[in-house]
Protein backbone atom coordinates (compact mmCIF):
# COMPACT_ATOMS: atom_id res chain seq x y z
CA UNK A 1 0.00 0.00 0.00
CA UNK A 2 1.68 3.50 -1.19
CA UNK A 3 1.47 6.46 1.25
CA UNK A 4 -1.23 9.00 0.54
CA UNK A 5 -0.16 11.24 3.41
CA UNK A 6 1.44 14.60 3.20
CA UNK A 7 5.22 14.57 2.52
CA UNK A 8 4.96 16.75 6.28
CA UNK A 9 5.12 13.65 8.14
CA UNK A 10 8.08 13.92 10.76
CA UNK A 11 6.49 13.82 13.40
CA UNK A 12 6.84 11.22 16.25
CA UNK A 13 4.65 10.35 19.65
CA UNK A 14 6.00 10.11 23.16
CA UNK A 15 4.41 7.81 25.77
CA UNK A 16 5.42 8.41 29.38
CA UNK A 17 3.92 7.69 32.75
CA UNK A 18 5.59 10.60 34.24
CA UNK A 19 7.52 13.60 33.37
CA UNK A 20 8.95 13.26 36.65
CA UNK A 21 12.71 11.52 36.81
CA UNK A 22 14.87 9.51 34.18
CA UNK A 23 13.57 6.12 32.70
CA UNK A 24 14.72 4.23 29.71
CA UNK A 25 13.24 5.21 26.30
CA UNK A 26 12.33 3.12 23.93
CA UNK A 27 12.39 4.39 19.74
CA UNK A 28 10.05 2.24 18.00
CA UNK A 29 10.51 2.25 13.60
CA UNK A 30 7.25 0.63 11.96
CA UNK A 31 7.49 -1.56 9.01
CA UNK A 32 5.82 -0.62 5.47
CA UNK A 33 8.09 -2.10 2.86
CA UNK A 34 9.57 1.05 2.91
CA UNK A 35 6.72 2.23 1.58
CA UNK A 36 3.77 2.63 3.63
CA UNK A 37 2.45 2.41 7.14
CA UNK A 38 2.71 5.33 10.36
CA UNK A 39 4.06 5.26 13.89
CA UNK A 40 0.62 6.42 15.19
CA UNK A 41 -1.32 5.26 17.47
CA UNK A 42 -4.29 3.70 15.25
CA UNK A 43 -1.82 0.50 15.09
CA UNK A 44 1.25 1.32 17.79
CA UNK A 45 -0.67 2.31 21.17
CA UNK A 46 1.75 2.18 24.11
CA UNK A 47 -0.15 2.12 26.87
CA UNK A 48 0.50 -1.61 28.44
CA UNK A 49 4.51 -0.45 27.81
CA UNK A 50 3.61 2.18 30.98
CA UNK A 51 3.72 0.10 33.93
CA UNK A 52 7.30 -1.41 33.11
CA UNK A 53 8.26 2.32 34.03
CA UNK A 54 9.46 3.34 30.63
CA UNK A 55 9.26 5.85 27.66
CA UNK A 56 7.96 5.22 24.22
CA UNK A 57 8.66 6.97 21.60
CA UNK A 58 7.19 6.22 17.59
CA UNK A 59 8.36 7.94 14.65
CA UNK A 60 7.47 8.76 11.44
CA UNK A 61 9.69 9.19 8.15
CA UNK A 62 9.42 9.86 4.61
CA UNK A 63 7.98 6.77 2.55
CA UNK A 64 8.49 5.34 -0.78
CA UNK A 65 10.11 7.27 -3.68
CA UNK A 66 10.33 10.53 -1.01
CA UNK A 67 12.45 8.40 1.21
CA UNK A 68 14.33 6.38 -0.96
CA UNK A 69 14.97 8.15 -4.45
CA UNK A 70 18.24 7.73 -5.08
CA UNK A 71 20.54 7.75 -8.56
CA UNK A 72 22.91 6.40 -7.22
CA UNK A 73 25.39 9.50 -7.21
CA UNK A 74 25.94 13.15 -5.44
CA UNK A 75 22.53 14.44 -7.18
CA UNK A 76 20.37 12.57 -5.18
CA UNK A 77 22.45 10.27 -2.71
CA UNK A 78 19.29 8.39 -1.24
CA UNK A 79 18.41 7.06 2.59
CA UNK A 80 16.61 10.14 2.98
CA UNK A 81 14.51 8.38 5.33
CA UNK A 82 17.61 6.74 7.64
CA UNK A 83 18.38 10.36 8.36
CA UNK A 84 14.78 11.36 9.06
CA UNK A 85 15.20 8.48 11.84
CA UNK A 86 18.85 10.06 12.61
CA UNK A 87 17.09 13.02 13.25
CA UNK A 88 14.46 11.50 15.51
CA UNK A 89 17.11 10.13 17.53
CA UNK A 90 18.40 13.31 17.57
CA UNK A 91 15.71 14.90 18.75
CA UNK A 92 15.47 12.39 21.75
CA UNK A 93 18.92 13.39 22.95
CA UNK A 94 17.67 16.97 22.97
CA UNK A 95 14.57 16.77 24.64
CA UNK A 96 13.31 13.59 26.07
CA UNK A 97 14.60 14.46 29.70
CA UNK A 98 11.42 16.62 29.39
CA UNK A 99 9.56 13.30 29.14
CA UNK A 100 10.68 11.72 32.20
CA UNK A 101 13.43 9.72 29.68
CA UNK A 102 17.04 9.16 29.95
CA UNK A 103 19.15 10.57 27.07
CA UNK A 104 21.73 7.69 28.24
CA UNK A 105 19.68 5.08 28.23
CA UNK A 106 17.81 4.43 24.78
CA UNK A 107 17.02 1.30 22.61
CA UNK A 108 15.51 1.19 19.28
CA UNK A 109 13.53 -1.19 18.26
CA UNK A 110 11.34 -1.96 14.84
CA UNK A 111 9.83 -4.62 12.88
CA UNK A 112 9.98 -5.94 9.03
CA UNK A 113 11.18 -2.75 6.98
CA UNK A 114 11.54 -1.15 10.61
CA UNK A 115 13.58 -4.14 11.80
CA UNK A 116 15.71 -3.46 8.84
CA UNK A 117 15.46 0.43 9.52
CA UNK A 118 17.18 -0.38 13.14
CA UNK A 119 19.55 -2.84 11.65
CA UNK A 120 20.90 0.09 9.15
CA UNK A 121 21.32 2.32 12.16
CA UNK A 122 23.33 -0.09 14.03
CA UNK A 123 25.41 0.00 10.62
CA UNK A 124 25.52 3.91 10.78
CA UNK A 125 28.17 6.44 11.21
CA UNK A 126 25.71 8.78 11.80
CA UNK A 127 24.49 6.98 15.11
CA UNK A 128 27.11 6.96 16.93
CA UNK A 129 26.29 7.78 20.72
CA UNK A 130 22.29 7.95 19.70
CA UNK A 131 21.12 4.78 21.68
CA UNK A 132 22.71 1.87 23.75
CA UNK A 133 20.92 -1.48 22.08
CA UNK A 134 18.64 -2.55 19.59
CA UNK A 135 15.15 -5.12 18.62
CA UNK A 136 14.89 -6.34 15.14
CA UNK A 137 11.91 -8.03 14.27
CA UNK A 138 11.85 -10.36 11.06
CA UNK A 139 13.86 -7.96 9.56
CA UNK A 140 17.58 -7.11 8.95
CA UNK A 141 19.85 -5.37 6.01
CA UNK A 142 21.02 -8.70 5.17
CA UNK A 143 17.19 -9.14 3.64
CA UNK A 144 16.85 -9.50 -0.05
CA UNK A 145 14.73 -6.91 0.20
CA UNK A 146 16.43 -4.12 2.18
CA UNK A 147 18.84 -3.08 -0.17
CA UNK A 148 18.36 -1.49 -3.64
CA UNK A 149 21.37 -2.50 -5.72
CA UNK A 150 20.50 -0.09 -8.56
CA UNK A 151 18.30 3.22 -7.65
CA UNK A 152 19.53 4.58 -11.13
CA UNK A 153 17.25 2.10 -13.25
CA UNK A 154 14.16 3.52 -10.77
CA UNK A 155 15.22 6.95 -11.03
CA UNK A 156 15.54 6.48 -15.06
CA UNK A 157 12.48 5.00 -15.01
CA UNK A 158 10.45 8.22 -13.23
CA UNK A 159 12.49 10.13 -15.25
CA UNK A 160 10.98 8.65 -18.51
CA UNK A 161 7.04 8.36 -17.18
CA UNK A 162 7.12 12.60 -16.62
CA UNK A 163 8.56 13.10 -19.96
CA UNK A 164 11.93 14.41 -18.52
CA UNK A 165 15.48 13.46 -20.00
CA UNK A 166 17.86 11.09 -18.49
CA UNK A 167 21.45 10.93 -19.49
CA UNK A 168 22.20 14.37 -16.89
CA UNK A 169 20.91 13.00 -13.39
CA UNK A 170 20.97 16.65 -11.83
CA UNK A 171 18.89 17.98 -14.65
CA UNK A 172 16.49 14.21 -13.73
CA UNK A 173 16.46 15.52 -10.40
CA UNK A 174 15.57 19.13 -10.93
CA UNK A 175 12.95 17.90 -13.22
CA UNK A 176 11.36 15.65 -10.18
CA UNK A 177 11.31 18.39 -8.40
CA UNK A 178 8.61 20.25 -10.12
CA UNK A 179 6.19 16.85 -10.10
CA UNK A 180 3.81 16.74 -7.21
CA UNK A 181 4.38 14.29 -4.56
CA UNK A 182 1.46 12.95 -5.15
CA UNK A 183 1.75 12.09 -8.74
CA UNK A 184 5.88 10.59 -7.85
CA UNK A 185 3.45 8.40 -5.31
CA UNK A 186 0.67 7.37 -7.50
CA UNK A 187 3.57 6.26 -10.25
CA UNK A 188 6.12 4.23 -7.99
CA UNK A 189 4.49 1.13 -7.82
CA UNK A 190 3.89 0.31 -11.52
CA UNK A 191 7.96 0.71 -12.21
CA UNK A 192 8.85 -2.92 -11.31
CA UNK A 193 9.43 -4.99 -14.89
CA UNK A 194 10.12 -8.37 -13.42
CA UNK A 195 7.83 -11.30 -13.71
CA UNK A 196 8.53 -11.84 -9.85
CA UNK A 197 5.68 -12.29 -7.39
CA UNK A 198 4.92 -9.71 -5.36
CA UNK A 199 6.12 -11.72 -2.64
CA UNK A 200 9.56 -12.16 -3.31
CA UNK A 201 10.14 -9.42 -5.64
CA UNK A 202 13.18 -6.71 -4.52
CA UNK A 203 11.64 -3.14 -3.50
CA UNK A 204 12.28 -0.75 -5.58
CA UNK A 205 12.54 2.79 -3.40
CA UNK A 206 14.67 1.57 -0.12
CA UNK A 207 17.91 2.07 1.41
CA UNK A 208 21.20 2.54 -0.86
CA UNK A 209 25.23 2.79 -0.82
CA UNK A 210 25.56 6.17 -0.64
CA UNK A 211 28.25 7.00 -3.48
CA UNK A 212 31.79 8.67 -1.50
CA UNK A 213 31.18 12.00 -2.78
CA UNK A 214 27.60 12.60 -1.66
CA UNK A 215 27.02 16.19 -0.42
CA UNK A 216 25.16 15.40 2.56
CA UNK A 217 26.64 13.04 5.65
CA UNK A 218 26.73 9.60 4.35
CA UNK A 219 24.24 7.17 6.52
CA UNK A 220 25.43 4.02 4.22
CA UNK A 221 28.82 4.18 2.84
CA UNK A 222 28.96 0.45 2.27
CA UNK A 223 27.55 -2.42 1.64
CA UNK A 224 25.62 -3.86 5.20
CA UNK A 225 27.77 -7.22 5.05
CA UNK A 226 31.20 -5.20 4.28
CA UNK A 227 30.16 -2.98 7.21
CA UNK A 228 30.12 -6.11 9.61
CA UNK A 229 32.87 -7.75 8.59
CA UNK A 230 35.00 -4.40 8.78
CA UNK A 231 33.53 -3.78 12.24
CA UNK A 232 33.24 -0.26 11.89
CA UNK A 233 29.48 0.13 13.25
CA UNK A 234 27.99 0.16 16.98
CA UNK A 235 28.19 -3.31 17.97
CA UNK A 236 25.62 -2.73 20.71
CA UNK A 237 23.59 -5.94 22.10
CA UNK A 238 20.77 -6.91 20.04
CA UNK A 239 17.48 -8.94 20.36
CA UNK A 240 17.23 -10.78 16.86
CA UNK A 241 14.13 -12.62 15.84
CA UNK A 242 11.02 -13.22 13.90
CA UNK A 243 7.61 -15.45 13.88
CA UNK A 244 7.22 -19.14 13.00
CA UNK A 245 5.17 -18.55 9.63
CA UNK A 246 6.16 -15.08 8.89
CA UNK A 247 5.81 -15.34 5.59
CA UNK A 248 2.06 -16.76 5.88
CA UNK A 249 0.79 -13.02 5.55
CA UNK A 250 2.46 -12.28 1.81
CA UNK A 251 1.68 -15.99 0.43
CA UNK A 252 -1.81 -16.52 0.97
CA UNK A 253 -2.34 -12.35 -0.33
CA UNK A 254 -0.35 -13.67 -2.84
CA UNK A 255 -2.36 -16.46 -3.62
CA UNK A 256 -5.81 -14.73 -3.42
CA UNK A 257 -4.97 -11.72 -5.67
CA UNK A 258 -3.19 -13.86 -8.18
CA UNK A 259 -4.47 -18.04 -8.55
CA UNK A 260 -1.58 -18.63 -10.71
CA UNK A 261 0.91 -17.83 -8.49
CA UNK A 262 2.18 -21.37 -7.91
CA UNK A 263 2.51 -22.15 -11.20
CA UNK A 264 5.30 -19.42 -11.88
CA UNK A 265 7.56 -20.82 -9.55
CA UNK A 266 6.68 -24.26 -11.25
CA UNK A 267 7.24 -23.01 -14.56
CA UNK A 268 10.27 -20.92 -13.67
CA UNK A 269 12.11 -23.13 -10.64
CA UNK A 270 14.84 -20.30 -10.56
CA UNK A 271 12.45 -17.66 -8.66
CA UNK A 272 13.33 -20.13 -5.20
CA UNK A 273 17.05 -19.54 -6.00
CA UNK A 274 17.71 -16.38 -3.03
CA UNK A 275 18.54 -13.59 -4.82
CA UNK A 276 21.69 -12.78 -2.65
CA UNK A 277 23.09 -15.88 -3.38
CA UNK A 278 24.25 -14.05 -7.25
CA UNK A 279 23.24 -16.98 -8.91
CA UNK A 280 22.66 -17.03 -12.87
CA UNK A 281 19.05 -18.12 -14.20
CA UNK A 282 19.80 -21.33 -16.02
CA UNK A 283 22.85 -22.33 -14.72
CA UNK A 284 23.22 -25.74 -13.22
CA UNK A 285 23.92 -24.16 -9.57
CA UNK A 286 20.12 -22.84 -10.41
CA UNK A 287 18.82 -26.01 -11.02
CA UNK A 288 20.45 -27.34 -7.94
CA UNK A 289 19.19 -25.03 -5.62
CA UNK A 290 15.89 -25.19 -6.77
CA UNK A 291 15.93 -28.63 -6.95
CA UNK A 292 16.98 -29.19 -3.47
CA UNK A 293 14.39 -26.41 -2.19
CA UNK A 294 11.63 -28.27 -3.85
CA UNK A 295 12.55 -31.94 -2.77
CA UNK A 296 13.26 -30.66 1.01
CA UNK A 297 10.09 -28.21 1.68
CA UNK A 298 7.28 -29.88 -0.43
CA UNK A 299 9.05 -33.23 -1.37
CA UNK A 300 9.24 -32.15 -4.96
CA UNK A 301 5.42 -32.02 -5.88
CA UNK A 302 4.01 -29.21 -8.02
CA UNK A 303 3.17 -26.18 -6.18
CA UNK A 304 -0.46 -25.69 -5.69
CA UNK A 305 -2.73 -23.98 -3.19
CA UNK A 306 -2.55 -27.60 -1.11
CA UNK A 307 1.00 -26.87 -0.49
CA UNK A 308 0.60 -23.53 0.70
CA UNK A 309 1.38 -23.82 4.33
CA UNK A 310 5.01 -25.45 3.17
CA UNK A 311 5.44 -22.89 0.71
CA UNK A 312 4.78 -20.39 3.46
CA UNK A 313 7.72 -22.55 5.55
CA UNK A 314 10.13 -21.98 2.38
CA UNK A 315 9.35 -18.24 1.81
CA UNK A 316 9.73 -17.27 5.87
CA UNK A 317 13.30 -18.68 5.58
CA UNK A 318 13.79 -17.28 2.58
CA UNK A 319 12.40 -13.65 3.20
CA UNK A 320 12.81 -12.86 7.12
CA UNK A 321 14.33 -16.25 8.82
CA UNK A 322 18.13 -17.15 7.20
CA UNK A 323 18.63 -13.61 6.85
CA UNK A 324 17.98 -12.67 10.34
CA UNK A 325 20.33 -15.64 12.02
CA UNK A 326 22.92 -14.81 9.48
CA UNK A 327 22.51 -11.68 10.96
CA UNK A 328 22.63 -12.34 14.64
CA UNK A 329 25.69 -15.31 14.24
CA UNK A 330 27.86 -12.04 12.31
CA UNK A 331 27.22 -9.40 15.27
CA UNK A 332 27.44 -11.89 18.15
CA UNK A 333 31.57 -11.78 17.89
CA UNK A 334 31.34 -8.25 19.31
CA UNK A 335 27.80 -7.65 21.39
CA UNK A 336 25.40 -9.88 22.90
CA UNK A 337 23.03 -10.77 20.21
CA UNK A 338 19.50 -12.98 22.15
CA UNK A 339 17.67 -14.59 19.24
CA UNK A 340 13.86 -15.84 19.58
CA UNK A 341 11.19 -17.26 17.63
CA UNK A 342 7.49 -16.42 18.29
CA UNK A 343 5.07 -18.79 17.19
CA UNK A 344 2.05 -17.98 19.88
CA UNK A 345 -0.94 -18.40 18.18
CA UNK A 346 -4.19 -17.08 20.26
CA UNK A 347 -6.83 -13.93 20.63
CA UNK A 348 -4.13 -11.44 20.43
CA UNK A 349 -3.06 -12.83 16.99
CA UNK A 350 -4.51 -9.70 15.24
CA UNK A 351 -2.95 -9.32 11.98
CA UNK A 352 -3.63 -13.18 10.93
CA UNK A 353 -7.26 -12.56 12.47
CA UNK A 354 -7.88 -9.97 10.41
CA UNK A 355 -7.05 -11.36 7.32
CA UNK A 356 -8.78 -14.64 7.92
CA UNK A 357 -6.05 -16.81 7.88
CA UNK A 358 -6.67 -20.02 9.52
CA UNK A 359 -3.92 -22.04 9.49
CA UNK A 360 -1.50 -22.54 12.40
CA UNK A 361 1.09 -20.18 13.60
CA UNK A 362 1.95 -16.49 14.10
CA UNK A 363 2.36 -14.86 10.89
CA UNK A 364 4.00 -11.25 9.94
CA UNK A 365 3.29 -8.71 12.57
CA UNK A 366 1.18 -10.78 15.03
CA UNK A 367 4.13 -10.25 17.88
CA UNK A 368 3.67 -6.75 18.22
CA UNK A 369 0.15 -7.26 19.06
CA UNK A 370 1.39 -8.76 21.84
CA UNK A 371 3.66 -4.98 22.65
CA UNK A 372 1.39 -2.48 21.18
CA UNK A 373 -2.02 -1.82 21.16
CA UNK A 374 -3.22 -1.97 17.75
CA UNK A 375 -6.78 -0.35 17.53
CA UNK A 376 -7.10 -0.12 13.76
CA UNK A 377 -7.12 -4.03 14.17
CA UNK A 378 -9.43 -5.18 17.50
CA UNK A 379 -12.84 -5.67 17.14
CA UNK A 380 -13.53 -6.29 20.72
CA UNK A 381 -12.06 -7.07 23.59
CA UNK A 382 -10.94 -10.25 24.94
CA UNK A 383 -11.52 -11.76 28.27
CA UNK A 384 -8.68 -11.13 30.72
CA UNK A 385 -8.75 -14.90 31.35
CA UNK A 386 -7.44 -15.32 28.16
CA UNK A 387 -3.76 -16.90 28.26
CA UNK A 388 -2.94 -14.22 25.32
CA UNK A 389 -2.82 -11.48 27.86
CA UNK A 390 -0.12 -13.20 29.85
CA UNK A 391 1.89 -13.98 26.84
CA UNK A 392 1.38 -10.39 26.41
CA UNK A 393 2.66 -9.73 29.62
CA UNK A 394 6.06 -12.01 29.27
CA UNK A 395 6.75 -9.88 26.14
CA UNK A 396 6.45 -7.04 27.43
CA UNK A 397 8.27 -7.48 31.01
CA UNK A 398 11.41 -8.65 28.79
CA UNK A 399 11.51 -6.51 26.10
CA UNK A 400 11.55 -3.51 28.72
CA UNK A 401 13.90 -5.69 31.24
CA UNK A 402 16.37 -5.50 27.92
CA UNK A 403 15.63 -1.63 27.42
CA UNK A 404 16.91 -1.03 31.34
CA UNK A 405 19.36 -3.51 31.73
CA UNK A 406 20.75 -4.85 28.42
CA UNK A 407 19.58 -8.76 29.44
CA UNK A 408 15.54 -9.59 28.59
CA UNK A 409 15.85 -11.91 31.61
CA UNK A 410 18.19 -10.19 34.45
CA UNK A 411 16.89 -11.81 37.15
CA UNK A 412 13.89 -15.08 38.00
CA UNK A 413 10.67 -14.03 37.27
CA UNK A 414 7.73 -16.29 37.80
CA UNK A 415 6.19 -14.19 35.23
CA UNK A 416 8.96 -15.28 32.75
CA UNK A 417 8.72 -19.14 34.29
CA UNK A 418 12.24 -18.27 36.17
CA UNK A 419 13.40 -18.49 32.37
CA UNK A 420 17.03 -17.40 31.87
CA UNK A 421 17.77 -16.27 27.90
CA UNK A 422 21.20 -16.41 27.06
CA UNK A 423 22.80 -15.04 24.47
CA UNK A 424 24.52 -16.92 21.34
CA UNK A 425 27.80 -17.74 21.45
CA UNK A 426 30.64 -19.57 19.34
CA UNK A 427 29.85 -18.46 15.78
CA UNK A 428 26.33 -20.34 15.69
CA UNK A 429 22.88 -19.96 16.52
CA UNK A 430 23.43 -22.24 19.75
CA UNK A 431 20.54 -21.08 21.88
CA UNK A 432 17.12 -19.34 21.36
CA UNK A 433 14.11 -18.49 23.07
CA UNK A 434 10.73 -19.79 22.13
CA UNK A 435 7.76 -17.43 22.77
CA UNK A 436 4.98 -19.67 22.54
CA UNK A 437 2.03 -21.36 25.00
CA UNK A 438 5.39 -21.04 27.65
CA UNK A 439 8.90 -19.89 27.06
CA UNK A 440 11.49 -22.64 25.79
CA UNK A 441 14.75 -22.16 25.89
CA UNK A 442 16.91 -24.76 23.29
CA UNK A 443 18.94 -24.43 20.60
CA UNK A 444 18.69 -22.99 16.73
CA UNK A 445 14.20 -23.53 16.61
CA UNK A 446 14.60 -23.96 12.67
CA UNK A 447 18.00 -26.01 13.09
CA UNK A 448 17.23 -28.35 9.95
CA UNK A 449 16.34 -25.77 7.86
CA UNK A 450 18.58 -23.77 8.74
CA UNK A 451 21.55 -26.14 7.99
CA UNK A 452 19.80 -26.64 4.67
CA UNK A 453 20.32 -22.93 3.65
CA UNK A 454 23.88 -23.27 5.14
CA UNK A 455 24.96 -26.32 3.52
CA UNK A 456 23.23 -24.75 -0.20
CA UNK A 457 25.09 -21.73 0.35
CA UNK A 458 28.21 -22.99 1.44
CA UNK A 459 28.14 -25.02 -1.85
CA UNK A 460 26.34 -22.94 -4.62
CA UNK A 461 26.06 -19.34 -3.79
CA UNK A 462 28.51 -16.64 -4.90
CA UNK A 463 29.23 -13.30 -2.58
CA UNK A 464 26.56 -14.11 -0.45
CA UNK A 465 24.44 -10.86 0.64
CA UNK A 466 26.75 -8.73 -1.76
CA UNK A 467 24.24 -8.20 -4.82
Aim: charged share 15%; aromatic share 12%.
Amino acid sequence: MIPTENEDCLFLNVYSPSLIGTRPVMVFVHGGAFSGGSGDVGFYGSQYFMPENVVIVTVNYRLGVLGFFSTGDRSASGNWAIKDCVEALRWVQRNIIAFGGDPNNVTIFGQSAGGAMVHFLTLSPLTAGLFQRAITHSGSALNSWALQTNPRKYADRLAVAFGLPTADTAGLVAGLKQVPYRDLVALQEGLHELDVPLLLRPIDFAPVVEPADAPEPIALGQRPIEIIEGGSYNPVPMIAGFTDMDSLLFTAAEMAVNPGVFNVFNNNPHFLVPFFWNIAQGSPESTAVSQAFKQYYWQGQQLSAALLAEFSVFVTDHQFAYPQLEMAKRHANRSPVYVYQFSYDGDLNLMKQSFGITLPGAIHGDELCYLFDPKALRTGEIPQTSHAITVRDRMLRMWTNFAKYGNPTPTLDPLLQNTFWTPISGGTINTALEIGQNLVLGSNPIASRYNQWQELAGRYANNIFRV
